[in-house]
């Protein structure tokens, strides 16, 4: 078991499409060995948070900083692949799998820094509908296999500090509830986890704080403990502006 | 019959030449988005160097080996310097590459003047030998050979290896490659050098068959881009199956009907467009 001691600050994020100012001065603290949680309506700016995080997205102002171990740095600026150096990954909404690599490629085109729990034996020990499907193309996976080897594929890095932005989009509820002990393990082992989502059951079953996002802001952040349960969530989205 | 198998050599010794070229195009406007229209003078500037080469030295393999490093190191400058900013825009991509074809035609003419010229047969494959009934010239066949062996290594390469999964998860998706920590940069300037530097061998290898001369380029880009569109952009298999019926109906239309030569060329291509949009192994590319 290993126990990073990755956390991230964002103060005061913007971020333009164009014209259009989706992110207005964002600041979340994403604490260490702790799942965070977003929630919040469509389109509110969920997806363009995380991916600034990735750096895939370039904030035009704010800062990202990470702190990790003895390292302390501004994410901001910095390019989108030095993030797995850093121990950050992300499972994108959407999943963005290469549709013309196997899964087995998926889990060989990288390679961890650092060894760690993970290899990729072990995650096909984790996913044995993965293993059945080593060599088909990912364009021909169903949706929870997609799901899957999404988490899979980055689970390979051994990342510190997990992003992930609607994981369980369009599962069943069994799928669901595995993604969600898979999450509380990963966490057990000390892994930061932000996650963006908005299935309310699944995001009061892993997190252990929720941050509400308005329109390009985070409103109110609740501890776990001062929710108590889906329909008090939705009516402080509801409420959100 | 004779008449038919001797061009049935011809054209394939024509589809391996155009394999070489072709192959590099489209694996970069499939991974890239970017068709380079300087390719055809990359093609003519590795055929320059390597007849240099061999005046001096008189050794056909330096000639390819500088044939292939000129153009794949001007590949690199062209590369590093212009594609940032072209990526994403069609019709600057079309002006500016364009534009460089002719500033190295000119630049070519300049140094090496307009005569056309021709590379020598390396020695060993100097001699004809008897295939089908056909005398015919070991060099072209080994051209024939070296284009299958190469198609075979590249697509083990690209199917296969790890790198060519790396190579492919930067075409399908490249900010998600990126996201998993591969350097799609570093990739992009490999695929983009290792294309040139094959056009430029090419060059030095299709010397001894095509010559060297001003206004091959142009030549050699036409074809080349006709494979690309058959075959399906991106598509190495299409580029193998497209250079050589390219390679076998031109040299067919010119043998049988060369006053027509293009149309005998150009249409069956826009046949195979009519029925296969796409080219014959294209798909829609991700974005
Ligand atoms: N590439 C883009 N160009 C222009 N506008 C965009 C772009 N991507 C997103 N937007 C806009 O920015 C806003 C925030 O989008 P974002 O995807 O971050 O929302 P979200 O909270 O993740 O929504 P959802 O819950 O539907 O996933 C939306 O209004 C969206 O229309
Ligand atoms: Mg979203």
């Given at each position: 078991m290993k126990l990073s001691q990755a956390s991230i600050s964002i103060s005061d994020l913007h971020v333009h499409y164009g014209l259009s100012h989706v992110l207005q001065g964002v600041s979340l603290e994403v604490r260490s060995?702790?799942?965070?949680?977003?929630?919040?309506?469509?389109g509110v700016g969920k997806t363009t948070l995380i991916n600034s995080v990735m750096g895939i997205l370039h904030p035009g102002q704010g800062s990202i900083v990470l702190q990790h171990a003895d390292i302390k740095k501004d994410l901001v600026g910095l390019p989108a692949y030095s993030r797995k150096n850093l121990g950050i990954a992300l499972v994108p909404q959407g999943r963005r799998l290469f549709g013309s690599l196997t899964v087995e490629e998926h889990l060989r085109i990288v390679r961890p820094i650092e060894e760690g729990p993970n290899t990729i034996k072990t995650i096909f020990g984790m996913f044995p509908r993965l293993y059945e499907r080593r060599k088909a193309y990912a364009n021909t996976l169903s949706g929870g296999e997609r799901s899957m080897l999404a988490i899979a594929r980055v689970l390979v890095l051994n990342p510190d500090i997990l992003l992930m932005d609607e994981p369980t989009e369009g599962?069943?509820?069994l799928l669901v509830d595995q993604i969600a002990e898979m999450i509380n393990n990963l966490n057990e082992q000390g892994v930061t986890v932000?996650?963006?989502?908005?299935?309310?059951?699944?995001?009061l079953d892993v997190a252990n704080s929720i941050a509400i996002?308005?329109?390009?802001?985070?409103?109110?952040?609740?501890p776990r403990e001062e929710i108590t349960d889906v329909e008090a969530l939705s009516d402080m989205i509801l409420g959100s502006a | 019959m004779r008449f038919w198998i001797f061009q049935l050599l011809n054209g394939l010794t024509t589809g391996a030449l155009l394999f070489f070229v072709a192959s590099g195009l489209t694996v970069v406007f499939g991974l890239m988005r970017i068709l380079n229209l300087s390719h055809g003078a990359l093609f003519l500037l590795g055929g320059y160097v390597g007849l240099s080469v061999q005046h001096f030295t008189g050794n056909f393999f330096l000639a390819a080996l500088?044939?292939?490093?000129?153009?794949?190191?001007?590949g690199l400058l062209l590369q590093q310097t212009f594609t940032r900013t072209l990526l994403g825009s069609t019709f600057n991509q079309v002006l500016l590459t364009l534009g460089i074809a002719f500033i190295l035609n000119n630049g070519m003419l300049a140094i090496w003047g307009g005569l056309p010229q021709k590379l020598k047969t390396p020695d060993f494959l100097s001699e004809s030998i008897s295939v089908f009934g056909v005398t015919y010239p070991s060099y072209r066949l080994f051209l024939i050979v070296l284009a299958f062996a190469a198609g075979l290594a590249l697509w083990v390469f690209w199917e296969r290896s790890t790198l060519g999964a790396v190579v492919r998860s930067c075409v399908d998706d490249r900010e998600m490659a990126a996201a998993m920590g591969i350097r799609v940069d570093l990739v992009f300037a490999s695929v983009f050098a290792i294309g040139?530097?094959?056009?430029?061998?090419?060059?030095?290898?299709?010397?001894?068959?095509l010559g060297v001369y001003i206004g091959l380029?142009?030549?050699?880009?036409?074809?080349?881009?006709v494979v690309v569109v058959i075959g399906g952009i991106g598509s190495l298999n299409g580029a193998f199956v497209g250079s050589m019926m390219v390679g076998l109906i031109d040299t067919f239309g010119k043998a049988s009907f060369p006053e027509i030569s293009y149309f005998t060329l150009f249409a069956p291509v826009i046949l195979i467009l009519?029925?296969?949009?796409?080219?014959?192994?294209g798909r829609i590319l991700p974005e």
């Amino acid at each position: 078991m290993k126990l990073s001691q990755a956390s991230i600050s964002i103060s005061d994020l913007h971020v333009h499409y164009g014209l259009s100012h989706v992110l207005q001065g964002v600041s979340l603290e994403v604490r260490s060995g702790e799942v965070t949680t977003i929630v919040g309506r469509n389109g509110v700016g969920k997806t363009t948070l995380i991916n600034s995080v990735m750096g895939i997205l370039h904030p035009g102002q704010g800062s990202i900083v990470l702190q990790h171990a003895d390292i302390k740095k501004d994410l901001v600026g910095l390019p989108a692949y030095s993030r797995k150096n850093l121990g950050i990954a992300l499972v994108p909404q959407g999943r963005r799998l290469f549709g013309s690599l196997t899964v087995e490629e998926h889990l060989r085109i990288v390679r961890p820094i650092e060894e760690g729990p993970n290899t990729i034996k072990t995650i096909f020990g984790m996913f044995p509908r993965l293993y059945e499907r080593r060599k088909a193309y990912a364009n021909t996976l169903s949706g929870g296999e997609r799901s899957m080897l999404a988490i899979a594929r980055v689970l390979v890095l051994n990342p510190d500090i997990l992003l992930m932005d609607e994981p369980t989009e369009g599962l069943a509820p069994l799928l669901v509830d595995q993604i969600a002990e898979m999450i509380n393990n990963l966490n057990e082992q000390g892994v930061t986890v932000l996650l963006v989502e908005q299935k309310l059951k699944f995001a009061l079953d892993v997190a252990n704080s929720i941050a509400i996002m308005e329109r390009g802001k985070i409103g109110n952040i609740y501890p776990r403990e001062e929710i108590t349960d889906v329909e008090a969530l939705s009516d402080m989205i509801l409420g959100s502006a | 019959m004779r008449f038919w198998i001797f061009q049935l050599l011809n054209g394939l010794t024509t589809g391996a030449l155009l394999f070489f070229v072709a192959s590099g195009l489209t694996v970069v406007f499939g991974l890239m988005r970017i068709l380079n229209l300087s390719h055809g003078a990359l093609f003519l500037l590795g055929g320059y160097v390597g007849l240099s080469v061999q005046h001096f030295t008189g050794n056909f393999f330096l000639a390819a080996l500088a044939g292939a490093a000129t153009s794949g190191l001007m590949g690199l400058l062209l590369q590093q310097t212009f594609t940032r900013t072209l990526l994403g825009s069609t019709f600057n991509q079309v002006l500016l590459t364009l534009g460089i074809a002719f500033i190295l035609n000119n630049g070519m003419l300049a140094i090496w003047g307009g005569l056309p010229q021709k590379l020598k047969t390396p020695d060993f494959l100097s001699e004809s030998i008897s295939v089908f009934g056909v005398t015919y010239p070991s060099y072209r066949l080994f051209l024939i050979v070296l284009a299958f062996a190469a198609g075979l290594a590249l697509w083990v390469f690209w199917e296969r290896s790890t790198l060519g999964a790396v190579v492919r998860s930067c075409v399908d998706d490249r900010e998600m490659a990126a996201a998993m920590g591969i350097r799609v940069d570093l990739v992009f300037a490999s695929v983009f050098a290792i294309g040139a530097s094959m056009a430029g061998l090419t060059g030095v290898l299709g010397g001894p068959v095509l010559g060297v001369y001003i206004g091959l380029d142009f030549e050699v880009l036409l074809l080349a881009v006709v494979v690309v569109v058959i075959g399906g952009i991106g598509s190495l298999n299409g580029a193998f199956v497209g250079s050589m019926m390219v390679g076998l109906i031109d040299t067919f239309g010119k043998a049988s009907f060369p006053e027509i030569s293009y149309f005998t060329l150009f249409a069956p291509v826009i046949l195979i467009l009519l029925l296969r949009p796409l080219g014959l192994f294209g798909r829609i590319l991700p974005e």
